[in-house]
């Protein structure tokens, strides 16, 4: 079922099991080759996502939607048996089997990037036309040595206090609290370096069940069931035109991009030179362009 609430604009409820996915869309699915929004986490919301909507305004058919136990898209707890990567595989799935699409693109941020690379190398995926890759991972262990790199120059007590803490150690929880801000800061998102003005004033809170069960207690490193995934083995088989998108400053360095660009046969690679984690929101105008040409 759906509700019309704008123009052009549509809210759907999706069966999924026993509960619903919250979906929105822009535009008509049956004209063009919708793009799918696979927004970040585990456990985040695609509202946040906002600045991808002025695709619509080009004629690109847009579908926005909370993964199931985030933002909308609302579980009851004692559920937790349905946070692994099957329940967004089949719920990806499932999303593409209502609207009945035909062909589609893809764009996945950070854990949505995660989500659409396993779904792509284990899956069936004979309706996917094009892949962006945007500010994600193939590997975690990759992520997490990338990190130990990164934190290698922070003041002795912080750097101390991360390590203790990752290895399950008793640590100084105040220096703890300023390494993971310090990180935060330089390569995650700053309010000063976003250029787009977001319309909504407030997002749905990221389910921190779902994110420290699968990921973790924090950006930094992947420690939770996640911990061992590993999908850069895969990496050949992708099929379709990829687009490879990361800031310079981007918790998903530089050199994680030139993994995916080098592994995946037709790979293309961009790097906001501005950006941390969240181009679309550091340089919208930029990240919409390039979007855009590699859809068109």
Known sequence: MFII?????????IPFKGFYTYCYTFGDLSRGI???????????CVERYEPLEELADKGIPLIFYDQLGC????????NEHLWVFETYLDELENLIK???LKKFNILGHSWG???????????????????????TLPSTKIWNDEHFKMIEFYPEDEKAAILQDYNGE???KKALKKGLRRFYREHVSRKKDKKYVFKRKRFKR?????????????????????????TIPNLKKIDVKTLVISGRLDESTVAINELLSKEIPNAKSIILEKSHHVGYAEEPELTLKYIREFIK
């Not at 933002?71 to 004692?78: E, F, H, I, T």
């Not at 990221?206 to 590993?230: Q, R």
């Open 34 to 44: 919708p793009l799918i929004i696979l927004h970040g986490g585990p456990g985040g």
């Open 113 to 135: 990037g995660m989500l659409a690379l396993e779904w792509v190398t284990t899956r069936e995926h004979s309706g996917l036309n094009k892949l962006i890759l945007f500010s």
């Open 71 to 78: 933002g909308y898209s609302k579980v009851p707890k004692g």
């Open 206 to 230: 990221t389910n921190k069940e779902i994110y420290e069960k699968m990921w973790g207690k924090s950006e930094l490193f992947g420690t939770g069931t996640l911990k061992d995934w590993n």
């Open 98 to 100: 209502y609207f009945k």
């Open 170 to 172: 008793e640590c100084d």
């Open 5 to 13: 609430l704008a123009m052009n604009k549509k809210v759907y409820h």
